[in-house]
């Protein structure tokens, strides 16, 4: 599966960092987000980082990916220690009684169709 890891800077050099994250340890290219500080959250794709991410998005994308893999698996329950519950929504807690958001600019369109519509 093609897609970005959340991995932590845990060393770095010109142009390049060693980092972990989801079991994995890779160097990664830096070029394109510039040299960052031990410790930084990043998004890695393709053996390069893309985005400097935050603890919280970092923790997000990772039980994410972990829930997909779970799935893909067909195993929909957790056996991780220190989870609330024991399903793929304790992986999807921050969308879990969370109504869908609509973008700014589908708002916007929306709107303008009203106003078109004399409403």
Same mark, same amino acid.
């Given at each position: 599966m093609c897609i970005g890891?959340?991995?932590q800077i845990k060393e770095t050099g010109f142009g390049?960092?060693?980092c972990e994250g989801m079991g994995v340890k890779r160097t990664v290219d830096t070029l394109?987000?510039?040299d960052q500080p031990i410790g930084t959250w990043v998004l890695v794709f393709l053996g390069? =980082?893309?985005?400097?991410l935050t603890p919280e998005d970092a923790q997000k994308i990772t039980d994410a990916v972990t829930a997909v893999d779970l799935?893909?698996?067909?195993n929909g329950q957790l056996s991780t220690q220190g989870m609330e519950?024991?399903?793929i929504d304790?992986?999807? =807690?921050?969308l879990i009684d969370r109504e869908p958001q609509k973008p700014p600019s589908l708002i916007a369109f929306?709107?303008?169709q009203r106003k078109l519509n004399g409403e």
């Open positions: 890891l959340p991995m390049y960092a060693k394109l987000i510039g390069s =980082a893309r985005e400097v799935i893909m698996s067909g519950e024991n399903s304790a992986l999807f =807690a921050d929306e709107e303008s």
